[in-house]
């Protein structure tokens, strides 16, 4: 059969999570099926290739890896990405970079625990070149850009995808000279688009995305909320790199986890931890005012006709009531799971990494 084409993209400081995304999907992919993965270089040290090499190795011949340099410069003119980088609009590329026929787009932040193979054999419907998951936050194209709809005369209420994960069909963006038309897109719509490269996609591509299951690319706070440890997804950090600082939750204590037993673990001494404490910190003491200001502030625009700020302030006056109602409850849970996490075993090549 056909092997499994991966594409992720990192630099130096994305390497954990590209290591830890990599791992989990050997550790889950169909044992008869190749993979190809190519990851998109941009600045990845060769000490941390190595290691990548050495555990792409350990599963034989029928897993292969490829590094593709990254020129970012193409990308000048844009908005600076994560980590005032360009390196997100790099997947914008693949049809450029990947000789190859369709391919799984996978970002770095993320656990995989799924069998890749079966979203790689999946056959797009007619009329769609594109397949992902919509986006658990941003929902429309106008909550991303109501300018940008308008000037491309699309719905800004039509619906929005998350570009962490995605099947792509690269002869037909090739055929759409898709790279060529997101590089215009960049530089025309420069400052009013939100989120990068993924902007791109869902304008450029409106009406030829298929909507994927939620299982493919679960948010990692919808994971916290969950109230059992099933996995059977991947699994995607969208918060915050759980390896530079994270967010408390099961679903961090489940990167930290796998992230030990593939022999990498997180440094929790460094100063994304410290502020990542504090930030949480804060926010559970400022939550009684919140919860008290918000319905006041609320009132207060319902008395000047401000209905829409007013419901808005309603709105997250209640989050934050049950936030605080919720919140023994939500100890409990969460300590129970974390309890299960703990003694979690994954079925991980490993190689001894030195410091």
């Known amino acids: 059969m056909e092997p499994v084409a991966v594409a992720l993209a990192s630099n130096e400081r994305y390497f954990s999570g590209l290591y830890c995304a990599v791992a989990s999907a050997l550790s889950n992919l169909d044992v008869t099926r190749e993979v190809d993965f190519k990851v998109l270089d941009g600045g990845i040290s060769e000490q941390s290739k190595k290691v990548l090499s050495d555990v792409v190795e350990r599963f034989g011949t029928r897993a292969r890896l490829v590094f593709v340099p990254i020129d970012e410069t193409i990308f000048c003119g844009a908005a ?56 658990s936050e941003t929902l429309t194209l106008g909550d991303d850009s109501r300018k940008i709809a308008g000037a491309m005369n699309l719905p800004p209420a039509g619906r929005y995808f998350n570009a962490g994960v995605m099947l ?48 493919w690319n679960r948010a990692s706070w919808r994971f916290d909320d969950q109230e059992n440890n099933t996995l059977e997804c991947v699994l995607h950090y969208t918060t915050s790199a759980p390896w530079l600082g994270g967010t408390p939750g099961p679903a961090q204590v489940l990167f930290e986890r796998f992230a030990l037993e593939s022999r990498l673990p997180v440094n929790r001494q460094i100063a994304g931890f ?82």
Not at 92 to 110: A, F, G, S, W
Not at 192 to 198: A, E, K, S
Not at 319 to 346: G, H
């Open 274 to 355: 410290r502020k990542s404490r504090r930030r949480h910190l804060f926010r559970d003491l400022l939550a009684p005012g919140r919860a008290v200001g918000f319905p006041l502030v609320a009132l207060l625009y319902r008395l000047a006709g401000q209905k829409e700020k007013c419901i808005a302030y309603r709105k997250a006056g209640r989050y934050w009531l049950n936030y605080i109602r919720k919140s023994p409850a939500r100890r409990r849970l969460r300590r129970r799971r974390v309890r299960e996490i703990a003694r979690m075993k994954f079925n991980v090549s490993t190689v001894s990494i030195s410091a």
């Open 168 to 215: 792509l069909d690269l002869d037909e963006l090739r055929r759409e000279n898709f790279s060529e038309r997101s590089l215009d897109f960049f530089r025309n719509f420069s400052g009013h688009y939100r989120f990068h490269d993924q902007s791109a996609l869902n304008f450029l591509l409106y009406d030829q995305i298929h909507d994927l299951p939620e299982y």
């Open 80 to 135: 600076l990405g994560p980590a005032e980088s360009h390196m997100t609009y790099c997947r914008t590329l693949l049809p450029r970079l990947l000789n190859v026929r369709r391919v799984i787009y996978l970002d770095c932040d993320l656990l995989v625990f799924r069998d890749l193979s079966k979203l790689f054999d999946f056959n797009l419907p007619p009329g769609r070149i594109l397949a992902a998951v919509a986006d």
